[in-house]
């Protein structure tokens, strides 16, 4: 049976019981962050951790991270804390050899999942923060599934725990259109590596 994994992370939000403990929420741009922001905020003191060393070239790294903080000020979320992790394509690179080839949501997206994921995880463990999640569940093109399971597992071994999620349902992925569109946020139209950049220009 597949695992619902929006009524598991609506249980756990409910094991809260409105405590609104600290998340450490990595962020993959701005327009996915809106709904998910929307979703989180009023259970979690949330730090948003903007790391991904995929994205290529870097400027268009630092085009989709400069839309965050125009995002919280948008939203009103202005005490959520903004962290951006070292933009290291190389790791990225690193992680992805012998599958560049591959297709979007392929082999090298697991291992792309697991270079954020897990950097995510050993952040929040520095940070003395207990709980990670990430912002990927929304998107229609990624997997679910294999998200959560490599992010469960990632954040057992850092000592912290997972929030399962599937953003894109009750029409997550619809409303990061709409508050993207509402914000006037840079809405990009590729991953963000350049084998999926290559991939759409085919």
Sequence with gaps: MKEDFN???????????????PLL??????PCSSAVLERLYEHFRIVLFYFNPNTHPYDEYVKRGNELPKL?????????????????PERFYSAARGKELEPEGG???GDCFTLRLG???KEAKRLGIERI?????VSPHKNAPLINAIGEELAKNEGVSWLHSDFKKKNGYLRSIELSREYDIYRQCWCGCTFS???MEH
Aim: charged share 25%; net charge negative; hydrophobic share 40%.
């Design 7 to 21: 009524r598991i992370m609506e249980a756990e939000i409910a094991e809260l019981s409105g405590s609104r403990p």
């Design 25 to 30: 929420l990595h962020s993959c741009c701005a």
């Design 72 to 88: 919280l000020r948008a939203s009103g979320m202005t005490d959520v804390e903004l962290i951006w992790g070292d933009y290291d």
């Design 107 to 109: 082999a090298r997206c």
């Design 119 to 121: 950097e995510t995880a």
């Design 133 to 137: 999640a990430t912002t990927l569940t």
């Design 197 to 199: 950049h290559e991939a």
